[in-house]
């Protein structure tokens, strides 16, 4: 199964765009940062990820400040063309630990 989970903020938000087929699509970069147990013991965990977001998601992420933190979850995909892993955003929540 492919899904992720992640706590993260809004680092940058691109405008809000459209596909060829008209659906509303929005690209972002996500930041996060966290303490990890690894091998007993604590790790600092920072990281960007890229985001995107299509169609009520990408509309209603459009709208939200730059920091605003966030849980998200969705899958991860290839880049087009490339390799790097892009999230897609399925849902959304606020975090409130952030």
Known sequence: MNQLVLSARIAESKPLRHTPAGIPALDLRLAHESEAL????????????????????????AGQAIGAGFRFTGFLAAAR???????HIQSFEPDIHS
């Open 38 to 61: 690894e091998a007993g013991q604590r790790r600092q965990v920072a990281l960007e990820l890229r985001a995107v977001a299509f169609g009520a998601q990408a509309e209603s992420l």
């Open 81 to 87: 063309g490339g390799k790097v892993p892009v999230l």
